[in-house]
């Protein structure tokens, strides 16, 4: 199996600020790669596919990249509402293999 | 609009048995791959079995293969997760979401709001 892990494990910014979150697969995936957010208490949302790509009304503040085994979600101007967990899911080969999650927290 | 309802979720037994069901409205199971995904408390999100559009074609997690079965019924748009030999471990938030454009690699583009599942004797 793909095992996936994510850096930093948390992280704490301001406004304003620029958040940038890595995944690391264990193997190439290739640019199959997604993202979520999730807010406590809630379903994670959909964010980004085929590691660059914004889902439907997703902020353009947010970006992904990366290809082979190394990708990166970049929030490009942190605002309070995007607060929250988030997971990068290899969707490469099964089983479909989520990271343990970056919290993000605003200052 | 897209809309997935989980239900089923209650406190069972360790061994014991239990179905989960998702109603999806605004799109159509033949149209698109679902998948289940858990969580338990206070951890990350596990990939726990996934269908594809003709139902012919499913997947599980090695945790829960021989034990979870995933059906559809497309008269009721509802879909089911039939768990059995129920463990501590399995106790977890599960969801089930809908494939981005019906392309497994794209990863899952609606959820439900989960429906909680706690084995404990």
């Known amino acids: 199996d793909t095992q996936m892990t994510q850096s930093p494990s948390s992280v704490s910014a301001s406004v304003g600020d620029r958040v940038i979150i890595t995944c690391r697969a264990t193997?190439?995936?290739?640019?199959?790669l997604a993202w979520y957010q999730q807010k406590p208490g809630k379903a994670p949302k959909f964010l980004i596919y085929?590691?660059?790509n914004l889902q439907s009304g997703v902020p353009s503040r947010f970006s992904g990249g990366g290809s082979g085994t190394d990708f990166t979600l970049t929030i490009s101007s942190l605002q309070p509402e995007d607060s929250g967990t988030y997971y990068c899911?290899?969707?490469?080969?099964?089983?479909?293999?989520f990271g343990p999650g970056t919290k993000v927290d605003i200052k | 609009e897209v809309r997935l309802l989980e239900s089923g979720g209650i406190l069972v037994q360790p061994g014991g048995s239990l179905r989960l069901s998702c109603v999806a409205s605004?799109?159509?199971?033949?149209?698109?791959?679902v998948s289940w995904v858990r969580q338990a408390p206070g951890k990350g999100l596990e990939w726990v079995s996934g269908?594809?559009?003709?139902?012919?074609?499913?997947k599980y997690a090695d945790s829960v293969k021989g034990r979870f079965t995933m059906s559809r019924d497309i008269s009721k748009n509802t879909l089911y997760l039939e768990m059995q030999s129920l463990r501590a471990e399995d106790t977890a938030v599960y969801y089930c979401?809908?494939?981005?454009?019906?392309?497994?690699?794209?990863?899952?583009?609606?959820w439900g709001q989960g429906t909680l599942v706690t084995v404990s004797s």
């Open positions: 979401a809908k494939v981005c454009r019906n392309n497994w690699n794209y990863g899952l583009s609606y």
């Open positions: 605004g799109f159509n199971f033949t149209t698109s791959g």
């Open positions: 269908m594809n559009s003709r139902g012919d074609g499913t």
């Open positions: 193997q190439d995936i290739a640019n199959w």
């Open positions: 085929a590691t660059s």
């Open positions: 899911q290899q969707t490469n080969s099964l089983p479909f293999t």
